[in-house]
């Protein structure tokens, strides 16, 4: 596994032992490491020297743990502190955290156990990064009409509508609900010859297949009942421009033949009329569902298909490309802050994370909701769990930490629950994160972490994880 060199560590505890297994553990993952054995060793050390992340045992004979982590918090608020202790109990962990501690981490403590901790500490050291460079508005970038992001995937479905654009191809969009077929469409006509032109877009999973033909196409006074003049379709009013139809899919195969006829000759005739129209009008077409096995069923045209499917664009889920998910999430910030005439200029720490962790059934138009939502709700300039209460306010652990046993039994017993359930946490993300550094590539994932595919494979069985 690579890391970044300027990544760095400190350690701190008074047993020469555990300094030295940890200096040996982090190193092999190409941290930078050094140790002190005492807290004002330490803070002498960190006078001179920028550490990103210490380490620090809470029982030590000259200046305790806790001085320690009060000390960085006054001089290098923006060190993260890992408290690691064998006198570990619920009080401290819950007084460190509140501290401002981000983990806590039990001796005896095995090498995964420190690595997966630190590994989700420099986690949230980049998550701080890209907090930082997104509050200031200058940051916020709108790349290809508001196609936020620089994921692998969005990356390449921008080259491909800039490369699709200039031309009159036929573009076919997948995507799941919620994913922005039509910004990908609105992407195309934005960037082609035809953007100082019209640009109609049509949902056809909400029209029958008499009014679609009739909105499309038009019709001619006394057509039907009800046709008390001449209706020119969407069709003649696009003339230079572009026609975005959306879930094609669920279209009627007499419109499908239709379609079909006007891709091939530009030309159409209005319901009822007899008189042949010819516009020059580019089609775009989306879609949910996977046309090639309609078309196996016998539910889609196959001339049809082989006729749309020129130039197909898929826009992966949201959740294949989390690190787009602040992005998107201050863009909407910036947006609804405005509309609502507030000044919400953050997402907190614990709120950051969190929408970075929710899995997005509904995708991009869900995290845009939840984000609206938020911000009516906020009443500072920064947006807390309290304002996501959809996401879920508290963990398990959380609620674990904050019981209180009765007695020591019921202390061990606790102790031992909250470790489990942590290092689930942390084996869980651990592995996603990997897997999605790596665009779901197995192989290449385990490699990076240095573990065997097999036991990686064994952490994903572990934690239901399969590719999406």
């Given at each position: 596994?690579?890391?970044?060199?300027?990544?760095?560590?400190?350690?701190?505890?008074?047993?020469?032992?555990?300094?030295?297994?940890?200096?040996?553990?982090?190193?092999?993952?190409?941290?930078?490491?050094?140790?002190?054995?005492?807290?004002?060793?330490?803070?002498?050390?960190?006078?001179?020297?920028?550490?990103?992340?210490?380490?620090?045992?809470?029982n030590?004979?000259?200046?305790?743990?806790?001085?320690?982590?009060?000390?960085?918090?006054?001089?290098?608020?923006?060190?993260?502190?890992?408290?690691?202790?064998?006198?570990?109990?619920?009080?401290?962990?819950?007084?460190?955290?509140?501290?401002?501690?981000?983990?806590?981490?039990?001796?005896?403590?095995?090498?995964?156990?420190?690595?997966?901790?630190?590994?989700?500490?420099?986690?949230?050291?980049?998550?701080?990064?890209?907090?930082?460079?997104?509050?200031?508005?200058?940051?916020?970038?709108?790349?290809s009409?508001?196609?936020?992001?620089?994921?692998?995937?969005?990356?390449?479905?921008?080259?491909?509508?800039?490369?699709?654009a200039?031309?009159?191809?036929?573009?076919?969009?997948?995507?799941?609900?919620?994913?922005?077929?039509?910004l990908?469409?609105?992407?195309?006509?934005?960037?082609?010859?035809?953007?100082?032109?019209?640009?109609?877009?049509?949902?056809?999973?909400?029209?029958?297949?008499?009014?679609?033909?009739?909105?499309?196409?038009?019709?001619?006074?006394?057509?039907?009942?009800?046709?008390?003049?001449?209706k020119?379709?969407?069709?003649?009013?696009?003339h230079?421009?572009?026609?975005?139809?959306?879930?094609?899919?669920?279209?009627?195969?007499?419109?499908?033949?239709?379609?079909?006829?006007?891709?091939?000759?530009?030309?159409?005739?209005?319901?009822?009329?007899?008189?042949?129209?010819?516009v020059?009008?580019?089609?775009?077409?989306?879609?949910?569902?996977?046309?090639?096995?309609?078309?196996?069923?016998?539910?889609?045209?196959?001339?049809?298909?082989?006729?749309?499917?020129?130039?197909?664009?898929?826009?992966?889920?949201?959740?294949?490309?989390?690190?787009d998910?602040?992005?998107?999430?201050?863009?909407?910030?910036n947006?609804?802050?405005?509309?609502?005439?507030?000044?919400?200029?953050?997402?907190?720490?614990?709120?950051?994370?969190?929408l970075?962790?929710?899995?997005?059934?509904?995708?991009?138009?869900?995290?845009?909701?939840?984000?609206?939502?938020?911000?009516?709700?906020?009443?500072?300039?920064?947006?807390?769990?309290?304002?996501?209460?959809m996401?879920?306010?508290i963990?398990?652990?959380?609620?674990?930490?904050?019981?209180?046993?009765?007695?020591?039994?019921?202390?061990?017993?606790?102790?031992?629950?909250?470790?489990?359930?942590?290092?689930?946490?942390?084996?869980?993300?651990f592995?996603?994160?990997?897997?999605?550094?790596?665009?779901?590539?197995?192989?290449?994932?385990?490699?990076?972490?240095?573990?065997?595919?097999?036991?990686?494979?064994?952490?994903?069985?572990?934690?239901?994880?399969?590719?999406?």
């Amino acid at each position: 596994m690579t890391i970044d060199k300027t990544v760095s560590l400190l350690v701190i505890d008074d047993e020469l032992q555990i300094c030295r297994n940890c200096l040996k553990i982090l190193t092999r993952r190409n941290y930078s490491v050094e140790y002190a054995l005492d807290g004002l060793t330490a803070l002498k050390l960190m006078a001179s020297k920028h550490f990103d992340i210490v380490i620090t045992d809470l029982n030590m004979k000259r200046l305790g743990g806790m001085e320690v982590i009060a000390r960085i918090n006054t001089s290098f608020p923006d060190t993260i502190v890992i408290v690691m202790t064998g006198y570990a109990n619920v009080s401290s962990a819950v007084e460190v955290m509140k501290m401002g501690a981000f983990d806590y981490l039990p001796k005896p403590f095995t090498p995964f156990e420190l690595r997966a901790v630190v590994h989700q500490a420099v986690a949230r050291m980049a998550l701080r990064k890209q907090q930082a460079r997104l509050i200031d508005p200058r940051t916020i970038k709108k790349i290809s009409h508001q196609l936020i992001g620089e994921s692998p995937g969005i990356k390449k479905v921008i080259q491909m509508v800039q490369k699709v654009a200039t031309t009159d191809a036929n573009v076919l969009v997948y995507g799941e609900s919620g994913t922005g077929k039509e910004l990908i469409a609105r992407a195309v006509h934005a960037n082609s010859n035809r953007k100082n032109n019209v640009f109609f877009a049509v949902d056809c999973g909400t029209l029958t297949g008499e009014l679609l033909s009739s909105e499309l196409f038009g019709h001619v006074k006394g057509a039907f009942t009800g046709a008390d003049k001449d209706k020119p379709g969407i069709f003649k009013l696009a003339h230079k421009g572009t026609v975005f139809l959306d879930e094609i899919s669920n279209t009627s195969r007499e419109i499908q033949s239709r379609l079909l006829r006007f891709l091939e000759t530009r030309e159409f005739m209005p319901v009822g009329s007899s008189k042949t129209i010819k516009v020059d009008v580019r089609l775009i077409f989306a879609t949910n569902r996977k046309l090639e096995e309609m078309v196996q069923k016998g539910q889609f045209r196959e001339d049809f298909y082989y006729r749309i499917f020129v130039y197909p664009i898929v826009i992966p889920t949201l959740n294949e490309r989390k690190m787009d998910i602040l992005p998107i999430a201050y863009f909407f910030l910036n947006q609804f802050s405005k509309k609502t005439g507030k000044n919400i200029t953050q997402f907190d720490e614990k709120s950051a994370s969190r929408l970075i962790e929710y899995h997005w059934p509904g995708n991009v138009r869900q995290l845009k909701n939840v984000v609206e939502r938020a911000v009516i709700l906020c009443e500072h300039r920064t947006i807390t769990l309290k304002e996501l209460p959809m996401l879920g306010e508290i963990s398990e652990i959380d609620e674990m930490i904050e019981s209180i046993p009765k007695t020591n039994e019921d202390l061990k017993a606790l102790k031992k629950k909250i470790r489990q359930k942590a290092v689930n946490k942390v084996e869980r993300n651990f592995i996603l994160n990997a897997l999605a550094r790596n665009e779901w590539n197995v192989t290449q994932a385990s490699k990076e972490t240095g573990l065997q595919r097999t036991n990686f494979q064994s952490l994903m069985k572990k934690h239901n994880i399969s590719r999406p």
